[in-house]
């Protein structure tokens, strides 16, 4: 009898932790709600940490969605007026030295930004997280002071960038304070760490993020927003290929 | 009595015809081999030296790490002053400065769009140096236009101008990452096209100006490699390791970015292959003997099968046996020679074809990434026409020996109740 008592308490406090979880799919979609917007324009600066030399690019970007972004250099003098437009599966950049709209496309996507931690194929992700990933609770875990979830993500198709994600989300704020990427042979391939937070109206957002390429020997990048607005209006030709050269 | 032997192996030419046949197969085969090889190998070390090791090189301690990839961020930059300074020290190694580079290579359309893409790998040597340009034989390569004269011109490989379908003045632009990372853009003009014959630098090669590419990719006054030759044309190896030797004392150091100089034999693995290319040709030619050998040995003992009789009479009337042997033997020798004379003569003849007309690997390498030209030249060399004598006598000796042992098996008391019969 007290065998039969102690195997069904057993059962019965798994059931309630397993309760006490979340959904984690309903999880990413608080992350989706929180981290996307119809529009947005941030003021950003990006510090590359190479061997030679420690860079510091500010640019100025506009996004609709996860569909359309605009990004334009202002520093340092060789990247000014550099920009660059996505348009759904497309990419261009145009350089003011030479004058030319060149597109990114193929094995060019995987390559740096810049010399940064991030691939353009970061920056090519369309779906949201909902769309692109299966997502379980696997724990609770408290993360630079903060208390957070531990999200497993699966791949739902074969085109996504990254395969399996582990990463810790802010149960209160709905930020992925904490991310491992891993390629579908389970190698590390990107980390993400979010340093700062801050307060945009209603919403918390990711202030500075340290980005580190698995692959390479690199310091990381350190992406930072200096200034952010959401659903703003946002003028069309933006994001039309002739507001490169403009 | 080396002509008596002679004289009556060509008379009985079923003793002597078919072994000379075997014999003069080998040896023509032996020569025609190692000289292919030694050929080979000369390529591989030449068109090495040429385009990707030097007959040594100084490259930075990251650079070093790193060789296979060439990773131009981790080059020399500013570093005329250090390369002048190289120059006194070592003034017999000839020595010039090089940037290896990838870039994505874009093609616009009238309207300046991206038309066409493809993925290059890109030499940048000093144009103004007569010596440099002789290195690589670009004169030799150029198939259409001229050489860089202007500013930001270039060379492209045939293969990739042809799929690209540019024309000569068409403007290209590179787009790559400057030493720093940052996005590099330029515009070049190609002026015209090469083709080396080395599959992997003809399948997406460009050749540009060192100045131009510096501008490019952001390294003023630097390099990724500085190629030194040696006064020779022929790769020295202890001369160069002597060379290292100094030099790496006096300038090696742990900073990262410190030079470090690198002998052929340190890179590519070339070092492996030279260490065993002796031992490889010592390999066939000990091959070629004990396959040539039992091929003898067993042809001997056909042949004492059918001048069993022969030696039978010869020692019943009372022939040493010691002496049968040693004719046997004088016998082979005479065959050996005769034999390898023929063979070394016509295999002198093949390899002289391929020597002037070569054989074609092309289509071997298409997807190759050796260092090494698509069509190979054997060598002429008396070394390796040796190589294949020497065996050939050998063999037919050892076969000799071998099947005459039994005619110390006969017994004299036989020999009689033999005749007999």
Redesign the interface.
Same mark, same amino acid.
């Given at each position: 009898m007290k065998k039969l008592i102690t195997i069904l308490s057993l059962i019965a406090s798994l059931t309630l932790l397993n309760a006490a979880y979340p959904d984690g799919n309903e999880l990413l979609k608080k992350i989706d709600d929180n981290m996307l917007s119809k529009t947005m324009k941030a003021k950003t600066t990006m510090v590359v940490q190479t061997k030679r030399a420690t860079r510091t690019m500010v640019s100025i970007n506009w996004a609709q969605g996860n569909s359309k972004s605009f990004s334009e250099y202002l520093s340092p003098a060789r990247e000014k007026g550099t920009k660059m437009l996505k348009d759904g599966d497309n990419l261009w950049i145009y350089d003011p030295n030479t004058d030319r709209i060149i597109q990114i496309s193929g094995n060019m996507l995987k390559q740096s930004v810049m010399g940064s931690d991030l691939s353009y194929e970061d920056f090519m992700e369309e779906s949201t997280m909902q769309e692109s990933y299966t997502a379980t609770v696997s724990g609770a875990k408290v993360y630079e002071k903060r208390d957070c979830w531990v999200l497993n993500l699966s791949a739902k198709k074969a085109d996504v960038a990254y395969q399996k994600i582990t990463m810790y989300v802010d149960k209160v704020r709905f930020i992925p304070l904490y991310e491992d990427r891993y390629a579908k042979s389970g190698k590390l391939l990107k980390t993400t760490r979010v340093q700062e937070v801050m307060q945009v109206k209603d919403r918390w957002y990711p202030k500075t993020v340290l980005y580190k390429d698995a692959l390479k020997n690199s310091k990381g990048t350190l992406f930072n927003v200096e200034s952010i607005e959401f659903d703003l209006s946002i003028p069309a030709y933006i994001f039309s290929k002739a507001s490169l050269k403009k | 009595m080396f002509k008596f032997v002679l004289k009556g192996l060509f008379r009985d030419r079923s003793r002597s015809f078919f072994p000379i046949l075997i014999v003069t197969a080998g040896v023509m085969v032996t020569v025609f081999l190692t000289s292919f090889l030694d050929g080979y190998l000369r390529s591989m070390i030449r068109q090495n030296a040429r385009f990707a090791t030097g007959h040594m090189k100084i490259v930075t301690n *990251?650079y070093a790490e790193k060789l296979s990839q060439k990773p131009y %961020? #981790?080059g020399f930059?500013n570093s005329e002053s250090e390369f002048e300074q190289w120059k006194k020290e070592f003034p017999d190694i000839r020595w010039t400065p090089r940037i290896y580079f990838g870039a #994505?290579l874009?093609v616009?359309d009238a309207s300046?769009? @991206?038309s066409e893409?493809g %993925?290059i790998f890109g030499m940048a040597i000093d144009m103004q140096d007569e010596t440099a340009v002789k290195d690589i034989q670009i004169k030799e390569a150029l198939l259409q236009g001229r050489l860089p004269e202007q500013p930001d011109e270039v060379l492209l490989s045939e293969d990739l101008f042809n799929k690209l379908g540019l024309s000569l003045d068409s403007t290209i @632009?590179l #787009?790559g990452?400057?030493?720093?990372? *940052?996005?590099a853009?330029?515009?070049f003009s190609v002026c015209g096209t090469i083709s080396f014959g080395v599959e992997a630098i003809d399948r997406g090669g460009l050749v540009a100006d060192i100045e131009d590419i510096r501008a490019f990719l %952001?390294m003023p006054g630097g390099a990724t490699e500085y190629f030194g030759y040696l006064p020779t044309a022929d790769y020295d190896d202890a001369k160069a390791k002597e060379i290292k030797k100094q030099f790496n004392a006096k300038y090696n150091s742990e900073d990262?970015f410190a030079p470090v100089l690198l002998t052929l034999t340190d890179q590519n693995d070339l070092g492996i292959l030279l260490e065993f290319y002796g031992a490889y040709l010592g390999m066939i030619s000990f091959i070629f003997v004990i396959i040539i050998a039992i091929v003898l040995w067993n042809a001997g003992l056909m042949n004492s099968i059918r001048r069993y009789g022969e030696f039978g009479l010869r020692l019943a009337m009372g022939e040493q046996k010691k002496h049968l042997y040693w004719w046997l033997i004088m016998e082979s020798l005479a065959i050996g020679v005769v034999g390898s004379v023929i063979g070394a003569a016509i295999g002198i003849m093949v390899l002289l074809y391929f020597h002037t007309h070569g054989i074609d690997f092309g289509v071997f390498l298409k997807d190759s990434s050796i260092m090494m030209e698509n069509i190979i030249y054997t060598s002429v060399e008396l070394k390796n026409v040796l190589l294949g004598i020497l065996p050939g006598i050998l063999s037919t000796l050892l076969g000799a020996m071998l099947a005459g042992i039994g005619i110390f098996r006969r017994k004299t008391s036989q020999l009689f109740k033999e005749l007999e019969t």
């Open positions: - | *990251a %961020d #981790l930059i #994505l874009d616009p300046g769009n @991206t893409q %993925d @632009t #787009l990452s400057s030493v720093y990372g *940052a996005m853009f330029r515009n %952001d990262e």
